[in-house]
Protein backbone atom coordinates (compact mmCIF):
# COMPACT_ATOMS: atom_id res chain seq x y z
CA UNK A 1 0.00 0.00 0.00
CA UNK A 2 1.28 3.39 -1.08
CA UNK A 3 0.53 6.72 0.81
CA UNK A 4 1.01 10.44 -0.98
CA UNK A 5 3.10 12.93 0.78
CA UNK A 6 3.43 16.65 -0.10
CA UNK A 7 6.55 18.35 -0.75
CA UNK A 8 7.65 21.97 -1.27
CA UNK A 9 9.86 23.50 -3.00
CA UNK A 10 10.99 26.84 -4.44
CA UNK A 11 9.15 27.97 -7.38
CA UNK A 12 12.67 28.55 -9.14
CA UNK A 13 13.35 24.59 -8.37
CA UNK A 14 9.91 23.70 -9.35
CA UNK A 15 10.30 25.40 -12.86
CA UNK A 16 14.10 23.59 -13.39
CA UNK A 17 12.34 20.00 -12.72
CA UNK A 18 9.74 20.94 -15.17
CA UNK A 19 12.15 21.31 -17.95
CA UNK A 20 13.43 17.57 -16.95
CA UNK A 21 10.36 15.62 -17.95
CA UNK A 22 12.24 12.43 -18.76
CA UNK A 23 13.40 12.17 -15.15
CA UNK A 24 10.76 10.34 -12.41
CA UNK A 25 10.88 13.04 -9.52
CA UNK A 26 8.90 10.75 -7.48
CA UNK A 27 11.20 7.67 -7.49
CA UNK A 28 14.05 10.38 -6.93
CA UNK A 29 12.72 11.29 -3.52
CA UNK A 30 11.73 7.95 -3.04
CA UNK A 31 15.20 6.73 -3.42
CA UNK A 32 16.77 9.58 -1.51
CA UNK A 33 14.55 9.19 1.43
CA UNK A 34 15.07 5.53 1.59
CA UNK A 35 18.95 6.00 1.42
CA UNK A 36 18.50 8.37 4.39
CA UNK A 37 16.80 6.11 6.49
CA UNK A 38 19.53 3.60 5.79
CA UNK A 39 21.83 5.68 6.69
CA UNK A 40 20.58 7.10 10.06
CA UNK A 41 22.28 3.93 11.61
CA UNK A 42 25.88 5.48 10.38
CA UNK A 43 25.21 8.62 11.93
CA UNK A 44 24.03 7.29 15.13
CA UNK A 45 27.16 5.47 14.76
CA UNK A 46 28.94 8.41 14.23
CA UNK A 47 27.05 10.64 16.72
CA UNK A 48 27.89 7.77 19.36
CA UNK A 49 31.69 7.60 18.72
CA UNK A 50 31.92 11.95 18.98
CA UNK A 51 30.47 11.36 22.66
CA UNK A 52 32.68 8.73 23.19
CA UNK A 53 35.25 11.32 22.48
CA UNK A 54 33.98 14.37 23.91
CA UNK A 55 33.20 12.32 27.83
CA UNK A 56 37.42 11.00 27.01
CA UNK A 57 38.63 15.09 26.46
CA UNK A 58 36.04 16.17 29.15
CA UNK A 59 37.84 13.23 31.70
CA UNK A 60 41.22 14.57 30.96
CA UNK A 61 43.44 16.88 31.82
CA UNK A 62 43.08 19.66 29.05
CA UNK A 63 39.75 20.61 30.65
CA UNK A 64 38.88 21.42 33.91
CA UNK A 65 35.52 20.35 34.68
CA UNK A 66 34.75 22.75 37.16
CA UNK A 67 34.23 25.06 34.72
CA UNK A 68 31.25 25.55 31.79
CA UNK A 69 32.43 25.32 28.07
CA UNK A 70 31.75 28.96 28.09
CA UNK A 71 34.33 30.24 30.41
CA UNK A 72 36.71 27.53 29.03
CA UNK A 73 36.19 28.90 25.37
CA UNK A 74 36.61 32.43 27.19
CA UNK A 75 40.05 31.57 28.49
CA UNK A 76 41.01 30.25 25.44
CA UNK A 77 39.96 33.33 23.25
CA UNK A 78 41.73 35.44 25.60
CA UNK A 79 45.32 33.45 25.51
CA UNK A 80 45.34 34.23 21.70
Do not use: C, P, Y
Not at 19 to 42: D, G, P, Y
Not at 51 to 75: A, H, Q, T, W
Amino acid sequence: METIISVRVEKKLHEQMKTHHEINWSAVLRKSITERLESKELDKEKAQAALRDIRRLRRSKMFNLGKSSVEIVREWREKR
